[in-house]
DNA sequence: AATGTGACATACC
DNA sequence: TGGTATGCCACAT
């Protein structure tokens, strides 16, 4: 089935965006869905950023999805990991400290692209 | 084109 | 903290 060049698995598209801006955070730092569909431009749709984390394994790089967290810092989608404990081991490896899910000292550790990335 | 979906965000209770 | 409801947008079928 000659699979086009164009018709490729990974779109080179919004998702890719979303992999590239979670591959530039900083380690021991976390950053939430929305400040990522912000500086995307898709401000309101904070899910296609989590959406597009779902389809992070087809990625060719390594995307640390473990460093993307909801709002409230918790660890939403540990359960899409290879294993629940992975994002939390893997978050705890990196200095950030997890306690019941939850990133302690989130405000701190936010990492903002649009703040970031600006200049 | 239409419908279903989703690792969210926000509001409300 | 958790469940429900709504909005919102891009992707899959």
């Given at each position: 089935m000659c699979w086009r060049a164009d018709g490729n698995?990974?779109?080179?598209?919004f998702f890719k965006d979303v992999f590239e801006v979670v591959c530039l955070i900083p380690k021991g730092r976390v950053t939430n869905y929305g400040a990522i569909a912000k500086y995307l431009?898709?401000?309101?749709?904070?899910r296609m950023v989590g959406w597009a984390m779902n389809a992070s394994h087809s990625y060719k790089k390594k995307v640390p999805a473990h460093r993307v967290v909801n709002r409230n810092g918790?660890?939403?989608?540990?359960?899409?990991?290879?294993?629940?404990?992975r994002m939390q081991q893997l978050l705890e490896k990196e200095g950030i400290k997890v306690k019941n899910d939850k990133v302690l000292e989130f405000r701190k550790l936010f990492w903002d692209p649009t703040e970031e990335l600006r200049l």
């Open positions: 698995d990974m779109r080179e598209d431009g898709t401000a309101q749709s904070s918790m660890l939403t989608g540990k359960h899409h990991f290879t294993d629940p404990y």
